[in-house]
């Protein structure tokens, strides 16, 4: 059962926590539990960090653009082998298991982050994109 807990913020953090909290739709007391959510992970899995995107908030390999669920898809589509990945990326083997590791600890978040950017057709990118061009081979 969730607990409340008392928390001291600045009069600038807590303008912060609200200004953010907006951008993702939720009230102030929801994005700062999601904060600390995450800060828990990150300790929990080192070269983690989480970032917002879109309107949500996602893990990312620490340093880096690629999010864990793009190192999980393509660690996947080379039959499962982390090396493989790791050359691709032109990234260390550590930080491609570190990814890997967080994939499997959470893999409904990375699954359902995995299948939402599978359902994306030409069709889609093209009402995002109206300049897009798509070349048929």
């Given at each position: 059962m969730p607990r ?20 993702l739709g939720v ?40 999010a864990v669920w ?68």
């Amino acid at each position: 059962m969730p607990r409340s807990l008392p928390v001291r913020l600045t009069t600038s953090q807590e303008k912060q926590l609200q200004q953010m909290a907006a951008q993702l739709g939720v009230s102030p007391e929801e994005f700062l539990a999601t904060l600390v959510g995450e800060k828990l992970r990150e300790e929990s899995f080192p070269h983690i960090e989480f970032r917002t995107r879109g309107g949500s908030r996602d893990a990312y390999l620490q340093g880096h653009r690629l999010a864990v669920w793009e190192i999980a898809r393509i660690t996947r589509d080379l039959d499962g082998e982390p090396p493989l990945c790791a050359d691709y990326l032109h990234l260390p083997l550590h930080l491609v298991e570190a990814a890997l590791s967080y994939a499997n600890a959470y893999p409904d978040e990375i699954q359902a982050l995995i299948e939402e950017v599978e359902a994306i057709t030409v069709e889609d990118l093209k009402r995002l994109i109206p300049s897009l061009i798509v070349y048929e081979g």
